[in-house]
């Protein structure tokens, strides 16, 4: 019999509108091979949801905070149904920019070199913290936020107009800048899937140029890269992958600047429409969407 799947898509995250998109996706596809499926938020009828319809399997299809962060998992991990993706810690931590970069150090992962900065901080102390340890441009990005939301390139004259407007922030991070290429590398399981690497017409791969299909970000696969060069990157994500604990899919974004990779963070719920980059890498691979997403099920079941 197959198997019956609650899919959790929505919330209230920044990134709500493309986790909705990704829960239709998936439920479309997975029709096709009969399974029986739920479409749910995750709101207060979420325990009333998994009663009635009983699913043997969660997929989860939330990004950003409350789905992506360890809230939703550690819910689901009181009704004991198998749920994609990381587990309770790993999607904590992967989704905390600053203890995932401390982890990646910690195991000799190169990541762009950073300061945090709070609200109740002096500024003039920043730009003297930001001239010695990172020099400008730098990045501006929150610590724990996705799809590029509020991610900004800053110079000294900018920067504290860009910090005012993101203040709700309470605390950010300030990253050096990494010139250089875009190239993201996907992980699934044991297996090591592929590499994608992003062109975007933009001034870097932000909001619009991820989901715009206007703004025309180039998606080059293969990554054209010495075999050498390939194996580095793919190996570097397989090692952030295993360091952070995570399970299932994965996807590790790096930049390549002057011959070296600089990762910039792991996704623990990767975008997973039909057009997303993991679909995309696991095509080329051979590997329809519906198989994949059978696979992200399998993988699930297996977890308990
Ligand atoms: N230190 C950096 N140097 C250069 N570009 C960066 C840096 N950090 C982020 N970016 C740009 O911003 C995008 C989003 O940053 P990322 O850290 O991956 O956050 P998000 O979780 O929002 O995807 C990256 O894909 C890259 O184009
Ligand atoms: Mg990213």
Redesign the pocket.
Known sequence: MKKRVLILSGGISKERLISLDTGLQVAKELKKNSYRIKIAEPDNNLEKNIKTFRPDVIFNALHGQFGEDGYIQTILERFKIPYTHSGVIASSIAMD?EISKKIFIKNNIRT?K?VTYSYDLNSNYLIKKINNILKFP??V??IN???????Y?CTKKNIIKTLQSIKHYKRVMI??????R?I?VAIMGKKILGAIE?K?KRK????Q??YNSKAKTKHIIPVDLTKNKLNIVLNIAYKAHNVIGCKGVTRS?F?FYKGKF?L??I?TQPGMTKLSLVPEIAAYRGISFLKLIEWILQDASKKK
């Open positions: 920019k762009p950073f730098v990045v990005k929150p936020e996705g799809s590029s939301v509020d991610v390139i990253e050096e800048f990494i010139g250089g875009e993201q992003l975007p870097f791969y932000d909001y140029a991820k974004d930049k600089y910039l963070e996704n």
